[in-house]
């Protein structure tokens, strides 16, 4: 794929020249790259952009305002073709407030089309021999200077988009799913949550939190907030200072030291030399302080439910199953989990009554409807 030609807009000139060209395209084909893996908070780190004709690599590290991008993004006008887009919608929405229109979702269609694989090197290489190598696929794109062969695998993945969404979009429409499709694509764009924010609660989530002995459960609190100040301090991912697997084993150790730590840490498996030596003396200080700490309590947070609504969250969850078998699809094709949560929770009794679920389009009110109806009555 080395002929593959492309724009780097790093600069004031560069983007003001992009951004002429940019808004007179009638649709684009998207794609970001963050630093998810190496930074304590993500930051978008390129923007892939290609049209027919040209192909852009946007730098928003670089000292020029974005903003302009976000008229285009939510024009009406300008259709945006993305493949898998959740994530990249997640992070245009919760660091620049931006929210889409117009969008196309190749991975999205493929799954409405009954498609096996989803990522997009499958797609190229099945449908048109194009092979992609993505062994830059956990770089840290906020280094620079980005080498030519790193620009080029992010090229890559705009610059065949547009002929897919082509060749999906004919599919939809041959097989009576455009309408569907552009239900579910108009869905992905609404808003979707807050930002993430630390509550030290949620070490309860962790695999076994709630099967350890309660003096090792105050360590595993203790530990998961010192994790979570650690990697906030070093601007990296909580994982990268301690895993789960290591926090959860140092906590099950702990509950066998009666109050008082030992010496040496480092004969429990997972807890290195080298973890040691970068957060020594802080993490004995943490887990010293945490052996006389009072055990946590756990408290079951379940969000209040209507009247029967396990009964009726399960007959959907089964009848969802079974369509989506008899589709040769996966079962949120049919109704998303957000979809059936809402259904379930507002005990619609009539078709009509349907029309109040926010995330549940026309489309599958008509396809769907009356079997949805028929469940909840049973």
């Known amino acids: 794929m080395s002929d593959v030609l492309y724009d780097l807009v790093d600069s004031q000139r560069t983007w003001d020249r992009a951004l002429k060209f940019l808004s007179r395209a009638p649709r684009l084909a998207v794609d970001l790259e963050a630093n998810s893996l190496y930074a304590y908070r993500e930051r978008i780190c390129l923007i892939q952009i290609s049209t027919e004709t040209q192909n852009f690599i946007i730098d928003p590290l670089a000292e020029f305002s974005l903003e302009p991008l976000k008229h285009i993004f939510e024009s009406a006008s300008i259709e945006k073709v993305f493949h898998a887009a959740e994530y990249d919608l997640s992070l245009l929405e919760n660091l620049y407030g931006w929210r889409l229109s117009n969008f196309f979702d190749t991975m999205w269609a493929g799954r409405l089309l009954g498609f096996s694989k989803m990522g997009l090197a499958w797609f190229l290489e099945t449908m048109y ?160 302080k945490a052996l006389h700490a009072t055990p946590p309590v756990y408290s079951a947070r379940h969000k209040k439910h209507s009247e029967g609504y396990w009964q009726r969250h399960e007959l959907l969850l089964q009848w969802r199953k079974e369509t989506a078998g008899k589709r040769g699809v996966e079962s949120d094709a049919i109704l998303n989990r957000e979809t059936l949560e809402e259904i379930a929770e507002k005990w619609p009794r009539k078709e009509q009554e349907l029309a109040s679920i926010n995330t549940l389009g026309p489309f599958k009110r008509e396809q769907y409807g009356a079997e949805i109806i028929k469940i909840l009555n049973q």
């Open 129 to 288: 021999g194009i092979h992609l190598d993505k062994k830059h696929q956990k770089a840290n794109w906020a280094q620079r200077p980005l080498s030519p062969e790193k620009l080029l695998y992010a090229c890559n993945d705009t610059c065949h988009l547009l002929r897919l969404r082509d060749d999906l979009g004919k599919q939809l429409e041959e097989k009576g799913l455009l309408r569907e499709a552009e239900e579910v694509f108009r869905n992905l764009c609404r808003p979707h949550g807050a930002k993430r924010v630390f509550n030290a609660d949620d070490f309860w989530k962790l695999p076994g939190a709630r099967t350890i002995p309660p003096r090792a459960q105050a360590v595993l609190k203790a530990l998961f907030v010192f994790r979570e100040n650690e990697a906030k301090r070093r601007d990296v991912p909580p994982f990268k200072v301690i895993n789960n697997q290591v926090l959860i084993q140092i906590a099950q150790a702990s509950a066998s030291w009666n109050g008082n730590m030992p010496k040496k840490i480092a004969s429990i498996p997972g807890v290195s030399d080298k973890l040691l030596d970068r957060l020594h003396p802080r993490l004995d200080d943490t887990i010293r």
